[in-house]
């Protein structure tokens, strides 16, 4: 079992030469933890599901989706409601973990748990605000790397609200689930 992260990348179109690439943070991540990601491009909601199809939950556990946002959509190929991307991922994210790092995407909270709900999720976190980018990323690299071995969603709340209370908040960080 890989236990790693499924790292899925909607906005860069460049790999490393694109300035907004998650890549790096992946990289940094993996050298940090030394649990294995599989990164991949995934521009539609279609190469999404494809994608997470063929990384089983086991392995991949924790996904990681990067794309920029608004209350209850994300800009893949196009701008996508959280209602239309679940029917079109169906059941491949069930049971796993999932943060989206895509500002405001929290923002619409029914919408993200009608989400998490029907993907079968057991976990969704993101941002309800606008967040600044090297925040973030900090903060991102902590989350996932207690997301590897926290399986239960109210033991990664409590860490969370132990360990990075004021950053959590500033951030407006929400986790459903």
């Known amino acids: 079992m890989a236990n790693g992260i499924m790292w899925l990348e909607a906005n860069a179109n460049n790999g490393l030469t694109d300035p907004c690439t ?3 943070l992946a990289a940094l991540l993996q ?8 990164f991949r491009h995934a521009h ?6 494809y994608h997470l199809r063929r990384a089983k939950a086991k ?8 794309a920029h946002g608004e209350p ?8 996508t409601r959280l209602d239309e991307l679940a029917r079109i991922l169906g059941p491949s994210l069930q049971g796993r973990a999932l943060h989206c790092s895509s500002c405001l995407l ?36 902590m989350l996932m790397e207690l997301l590897t071995f926290m399986r239960k969603p109210f ?11 004021s950053l959590a908040k500033q951030l407006a960080w929400v986790m459903l689930g």
């Not at 539609?44 to 599901?49: K, L, V």
């Not at 923002?107 to 999720?121: D, I, P, Q, S, W």
Request: charged share 25%; net charge positive; glycine share 4%.
């Open 106 to 141: 929290m923002k619409n909270r029914k919408a993200a748990e009608a989400f998490r709900v029907a993907t079968g999720l057991r976990l969704l976190s993101g941002f309800a605000e606008v967040v600044p980018w090297i925040d973030c990323s900090a903060f991102e690299l």
């Open 72 to 79: 209850g959509r994300m800009l893949l190929d196009r701008w």
């Open 59 to 66: 392995s991949w556990p924790v996904v990681y989706i990067t």
């Open 31 to 38: 050298g940090i933890t030394k649990k294995p990601i599989l």
């Open 155 to 165: 033991l990664l709340r409590r860490s969370i609200q132990r360990t990075m209370p």
């Open 44 to 49: 539609a909601p279609n190469e999404m599901a």
């Open 22 to 24: 998650s890549r790096h």
